[in-house]
């Protein structure tokens, strides 16, 4: 069977809506950049399938159809190292996960390009809430851990899955000292 490549206009696309950054939210690198001749751009990014191309890739979904497979709404942007490493370590890569990315990397984005301060503001169920970082400067602070109000999501065995991206921050209970 065939690979459901994604057309040149929608790997554009998909580049653009994130800025030519990666998606990935512990990477965030630049994608695209200059090049030593100086009528050429070097470009380091790939339009990744979030569910695989072809039967036996990472995440394959059998229920997709061919149109589905090579649609927008089934690649995310990465770099190049981000994206072999997700087909590579595709269990700690599940679908909703990258979904998460895709749609981290493009809030943060519209909201650069509306001048919003808003960026990074995150919000539980629809409830925005305060994540305070104190620290005295004569004592320090311990993490106790992630609290029970981060995002969850059930990974392809139903296990959860806390979903750390841009506009999710963890929140983590501190013991100050």
């Known amino acids: 069977m065939a690979r459901d490549n994604f057309s040149q206009n929608l790997t554009r696309i998909l580049a653009e809506r994130v ?3 990666c998606s990935n939210p512990r990477c965030r690198c630049f ?3 200059p090049n030593e001749n100086r009528d050429k751009s070097t470009r380091i990014g790939e339009a990744a399938h979030i569910t695989a191309a072809s039967p036996g890739g990472p995440r394959y ?3 997709l159809t061919r149109e589905q497979r090579a649609d927008i709404g089934n690649g995310i942007w990465l770099c190049s190292s981000c994206a072999d490493l997700i ?3 595709f269990d700690n890569y599940p679908t909703p996960l990258l979904k998460k990315w895709k ?3 493009e809030l943060e984005m519209y909201q650069k390009i509306k001048g919003s301060k808003d960026v990074g503001v ?3 169920k629809g409830r925005p809430f305060l994540d305070a970082d104190l620290r005295y ?5 311990r993490s106790q851990g992630y609290s029970n109000k981060n995002p969850v999501e059930k990974d392809k ?3 959860p899955v806390m979903i750390i991206g841009f506009a999710t921050k963890p929140i983590i209970h501190w013991k100050l000292n």
Request: a negative charge; proline letters at 0%; hydrophobic letters at 20%.
């Open 19 to 21: 800025g030519y950054l």
């Open 31 to 33: 994608t695209v950049g």
């Open 61 to 63: 979904d059998n229920d």
């Open 103 to 105: 749609s981290d990397a």
């Open 137 to 141: 400067n004569s004592s320090g602070r």
């Open 122 to 124: 995150v919000s539980v």
């Open 87 to 89: 087909d590579k370590d």
């Open 157 to 159: 065995n139903g296990n």
